[in-house]
């Protein structure tokens, strides 16, 4: 079954993130709603996929109390078709996160724990960060780095595409949940993220 882990508010933000338990079958069937692009559906050739994208419509709709279309822009951004709202989204494994906001900008990512972070640390951050952020040592913040970037690019676009030279993390406590600064360099504009870390997940918000 589709078990809802986490609904709150924030700043006029909705987030929302769940687990999805439920066969691709019973997925499709929850649905059942003729707004689904049954052909956008079916050309998706992975299980994995196709239960992303029946999970981020069930939770957008649960989220906001109404049946949503979502399209995507010419760089791939999400949108909900009615324009009521703007909105973010973001899955890994079996996990979904999705926020929105009537009229501010959002970003949210949800990342599952891997040790594999610790090979690639270098090419998402600056030389300067990586000796701020314990030169790759502690894994649960180079999560959060990482997700933390992975959000700002949803709320900045592509003008935050090399997240080692256009993002700036700046250094963090990591606790079970906290606060991030962070930094578009090529704006200076300031940012400030919020973050929640279980065993399950890592989990970072912000609202432009």
């Known amino acids: 079954m589709i078990n809802a882990e986490l609904t709150f508010e924030y700043e006029g933000a909705k987030v929302f993130v769940l687990q999805i338990n439920e066969t691709l079958d019973a997925l499709f069937a929850k649905w059942n709603y003729a707004g689904l692009d049954t052909k956008e559906y079916e050309k998706l050739t992975s299980?994995?996929?196709?239960?992303?994208?029946?999970?981020?419509?069930?939770?957008?709709?649960?989220?906001?109390?109404?049946?949503?279309?979502?399209?995507?822009?010419?760089?791939?951004?999400?949108?909900?078709?009615?324009?009521?709202?703007?909105?973010?989204?973001?899955?890994?494994?079996?996990?979904?996160?999705?926020?929105?906001?009537?009229?501010?900008?959002?970003?949210?990512?949800?990342?599952?724990?891997?040790?594999?972070?610790?090979?690639v640390f270098t090419r998402f951050l600056s030389k300067?960060?990586?000796?701020?952020?314990?030169?790759?040592?502690?894994?649960?913040?180079?999560?959060?780095?990482?997700?933390?970037?992975?959000?700002?690019?949803?709320?900045?676009?592509?003008?935050?595409v090399d997240f080692a030279a256009q993002l700036r993390v700046f250094p963090f406590e990591v606790k079970n949940e906290g606060v991030m600064l962070a930094q578009h360099i090529n704006t200076k504009t300031l940012y400030t993220l919020f973050y929640i870390q279980s065993a399950e997940y890592t989990l970072v918000y912000c609202r432009a």
């Open 128 to 160: 300067t960060e990586q000796e701020e952020l314990s030169n790759g040592n502690n894994i649960a913040q180079l999560q959060l780095a990482w997700s933390a970037k992975e959000a700002l690019y949803k709320i900045i676009g592509k003008q935050a």
């Open 47 to 119: 299980e994995k996929r196709k239960r992303e994208y029946l999970g981020v419509r069930l939770a957008l709709r649960k989220l906001l109390n109404k049946e949503i279309v979502i399209n995507y822009d010419v760089n791939g951004k999400p949108f909900i078709a009615d324009g009521s709202c703007n909105i973010s989204i973001s899955h890994s494994n079996k996990w979904i996160a999705v926020m929105a906001h009537p009229t501010a900008i959002v970003g949210i990512d949800i990342e599952c724990p891997t040790d594999k972070i610790k090979n």
